[in-house]
């Protein structure tokens, strides 16, 4: 089991870059695909970005073009570079390892961190 720990959330101005980060424990991590979803209040929990373990990259379709996903498996992280913020981005984030092919929408896979709170002010 991979344990995950998010670091970066904060509360950021609308229009503006932040950067969320995401460092694992374990052997598994540079095998999976690693990425966040996000939970607004009142919603359901939706993928923001994935990144498999070759370099493969999964967007939701709210975020494409303003969120870049990467990730560094010689320091066990994955981070997401969030820029052109807007309110409705305001969620917890969560990070999330699990195999590639059961990257999607929704679904209780893997392994999960245990959140950091953005809140983008307008």
């Known amino acids: 089991q991979v344990q995950l720990e998010e670091s970066g959330g904060g509360l950021v101005q609308a229009g503006g870059s932040h950067r969320l980060s995401c460092t694992a424990s374990?052997?598994?991590?540079?095998?999976?695909?690693a990425g966040w979803y996000r939970q607004a209040p009142g919603k359901q929990r939706e993928l923001v970005a994935f990144?498999?373990?070759?370099?493969?990259?999964d967007y939701g379709d709210s975020v494409k073009g303003r969120f870049t996903i990467s990730r560094d498996d010689a320091r066990n992280t994955v981070y997401l570079q969030m820029n052109s913020l807007k309110s409705e981005d305001t969620a917890v984030y969560y990070c999330?390892?699990?195999?590639?092919?059961?990257?999607?929408?929704?679904?209780?896979?893997?392994?999960w961190g245990q959140g950091t709170q953005v809140t983008v002010s307008s």
């Open positions: 374990g052997r598994t991590f540079s095998r999976n695909a």
């Open positions: 999330n390892v699990r195999p590639w092919s059961l990257v999607g929408p929704i679904g209780d896979y893997g392994s």
């Open positions: 990144i498999s373990s070759t370099g493969l990259m």
